[in-house]
């Protein structure tokens, strides 16, 4: 089934210009579309984008699709001094706007679980540079591997601190948030159930009592007739073999003092390296808000290991494919707006051709820049 996506060309230009209009010579939304169309075709930074666009510049028709209107495009230098002033919330505001709206049109199942897998990410090189802020929370559809959100994670505060403003940001009613054990927080857990979301969180020493009181339970003879559901499932990838085993129960509910708590469970993970044979065991446990009529072991299984895919599909790509470990921009906003970028390509190389390897799309669009042109709505 071909789907025609919300071009993303209109949403980038609802985003204010905070130049001042006297000697402006060219609009915030050429130089924006400008950046999403070369980093569709492989450039990874301000330079590569600028280099793109020089390589470029006589191909009929390119200039004036962009938007560009004095016959000669944006140098290096002024693609850095403008990305770096662009309102960083309102862009991230719109290009949230503009995924919803697709994912508005590639729904799931009726009956299928919306899973939303939420971690935060280092910005290495921009850190090492000083820049102004090296940490950011996401939000990733683990159906799609696409980006719903991204918050800036302040200096003075954590992960923790910015989880409700990223909340604020997403569509929360309908789907099921998993997270590692840090953001297992009450107030986490009360805001998506207040606002008709489910969650599953990991259960680590950080959160001792809800820890211990899982780890009783599954770990005592005496409780073990309490466990209601079991699954497990095998794996092998990068040279090791992987068994996950995970246990549920409900017994706790009524002794927990926790938000919409419905189910516990102990999941354990048994590796093999399989060059050495060296064997290694974790054992970790969590809780979710759904029940075990809406998800019974086998889906909790299968949601722990999407928690996954943030990384796998979106923070690896970033620094491998995009090279964000190694960028060295660090001007004002520039780093998180370059990051709220990456995101969106990913975000439209996975639901354009989602049958292909990054890489091999990245390739397709360098060869067709009109393709690419189009891919955004010019």
């Known amino acids: 089934m071909t789907i025609t996506l919300p071009p993303l060309s209109r949403y980038l230009a609802e985003i204010s210009d905070v130049r001042h209009a006297k000697g402006l010579r060219h609009p915030l939304l050429a130089i924006l579309q400008l950046c999403c169309v070369a980093m569709l075709a492989g450039a990874r930074l301000p330079n590569n984008i600028a280099t793109w666009w020089d390589n470029r510049r006589d191909q009929p028709g390119l200039l004036e699709r962009l938007g560009f209107r004095r016959g000669y495009g944006p140098s290096k230098s002024t693609l850095y001094r403008v990305l770096s002033q662009v309102l960083v919330a309102e862009l991230e505001r719109q290009l949230c706007r503009w995924i919803e709206d697709c994912l508005a049109q590639m729904l799931p199942d009726a009956t299928a679980l919306e899973a939303v897998a939420v971690d935060g990410k280092k910005q290495r090189g921009s850190q090492r540079q000083g820049a102004e802020v090296a940490y950011l929370l996401s939000a990733l559809s683990q159906r799609l591997g696409v980006t719903l959100g991204q918050v800036a994670i302040p200096l003075a505060t954590n992960e923790i601190g910015a989880m409700p403003d990223l909340l604020v940001s997403l569509v929360i009613e309908g789907r099921v948030f998993t997270m590692d054990a840090l953001h297992t927080q009450r107030d986490t857990a009360q805001t998506l159930v207040d606002n008709h979301g489910d969650y599953v969180m990991l259960v680590k020493e950080n959160q001792f009592q809800l820890h211990d009181a899982i780890a009783l339970l599954f770990n005592n003879p ?94 690896w790509v970033r620094d491998v494919t995009f090279g964000e470990d190694q ?38 669009f360098a060869a067709h820049p009109l393709e690419a042109l189009a891919a955004i709505g010019c």
């Open 222 to 315: 005496d409780t073990a007739l309490f466990v209601e559901g079991q699954a497990a499932s095998t794996g092998k990838a990068h040279g090791r073999l992987e068994t996950r085993t995970l246990q549920t129960s409900s017994a706790l509910n009524d002794y927990l003092d926790w938000p919409g708590l419905q189910q516990v469970f102990r999941l354990d993970r048994k590796t093999i390296r399989l060059n050495t044979g060296e064997v290694s065991t974790e054992t970790v446990y969590g809780l979710t808000s759904l029940s075990a009529q809406r998800a019974d072991a086998d889906a909790l299984l299968t949601l722990t290991r999407g928690q996954w895919s943030i990384e796998n599909r979106c923070h």
């Open 327 to 364: 960028s060295q921009v660090r001007k004002g906003q520039l780093p998180h707006v370059m990051a709220a970028l990456r995101n969106t390509v990913i975000s439209l190389l996975r639901l354009l051709h989602p049958a292909r390897f990054i890489p091999d799309a990245l390739d397709f």
